[in-house]
């Protein structure tokens, strides 16, 4: 009851144009509630850059340093660990798309430090990005734009990821993103891609989980494409039919016990 509560205001706030004016305000909430173990964590990790706050609020959903900095690094040998299991790292090129202020790539070069591997990270939030390029040293990251292309050449990646992007694009936006991650990815390289899943059903409306259920694909508007409070749930079948010809090594549900990660991961080899 209250969780569908929850959801009926949200869509009403979503048709009154008020999500994003409100984002503003968790936002500073966060930063109170936060503010005790933020001050205990840079005294405990004095080494570790932190991007300004809203930055980090807008990519990660909470202001918790804590939480940006460890779990980020969690997420980064979780998802080497899951490329390892079918490439070799060595010498390779690995790239995030979508990597905000660089939560998770910025472990991967000290993570990665034995294999000589290039890093590289891209967005299109140009704070995250001018950010990352001061702050965090060993990876090369690039701007683009909320449509592709990405600025790599063909076949350039050994190994790429994204993590919780596509779920805050537009349908159109899905199959241009889904193609352009295929074109800079080498044959038979790896691409890794969270989405809400099967789990994140129950969030929906009763006409969203409709709609879910025979389209595959829900969106939920906001003024701007790309934010947190724009939102795209998928269904397996219609990831299955996005990622085509391409092959499925894993379909990690974010209800497998393995699962270290809060959505649905789609391990794919390039055709
Ligand atoms: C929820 S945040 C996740 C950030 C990061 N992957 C992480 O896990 O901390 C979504 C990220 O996707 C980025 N993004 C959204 N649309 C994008 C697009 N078309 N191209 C590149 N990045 C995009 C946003 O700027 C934001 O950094």
Request: with cysteine.
């Amino acid at each position: 009851m209250i969780p569908m509560l929850k959801q009926i205001i949200g869509f009403s706030l979503r048709k009154l144009y008020l999500i994003e004016p409100l984002y503003h305000v968790k936002f500073l909430i966060s930063q109170i509630q936060n503010k005790k173990d933020n001050n205990r964590f840079k005294h405990e990790y004095p080494h570790a850059v932190l991007p300004p706050d809203f930055i980090l609020y807008e990519s990660f959903g909470r202001l918790n340093y804590r939480r940006y900095y460890l779990n980020g690094k969690n997420s980064a040998s979780y998802f080497i660990s899951l490329f390892e299991k079918h490439i070799s790292l060595d010498t390779k090129k690995i790239c995030e798309w979508g990597c905000g202020p660089g939560r998770v790539i910025r472990h991967f070069p000290e993570l990665l430090s034995s294999k000589h591997a290039e890093i590289f990270g891209t967005d299109y939030n140009k704070e995250s990005i001018e950010w990352n390029k001061k702050n965090l040293p060993g990876i090369n990251f690039h701007l683009n734009g909320l449509n592709p292309p990405l600025p790599f050449a063909d076949n350039f990646f050994d190994a790429l990821y994204s993590i919780s992007v596509f779920t805050h694009l537009s349908e159109q936006s899905h199959y241009e993103w889904f193609s352009e991650l295929i074109r800079v990815v080498k044959p038979g390289g790896i691409l890794i891609i969270s989405t809400h899943g099967d789990a994140f059903k129950e969030k929906l409306l009763p006409s969203e989980k409709k709609e879910y259920e025979t389209k595959g694909l829900v969106i939920r508007k906001t003024q701007t494409e790309g934010k947190r409070t724009y939102a795209a749930f998928q269904s397996p079948d219609f990831m299955k039919k996005l990622i085509g010809k391409n092959t499925v090594l894993e379909h990690i549900t974010n209800r497998d016990p393995n699962n270290k990660f809060t959505q649905d991961l789609w391990v794919v080899k390039k055709a």
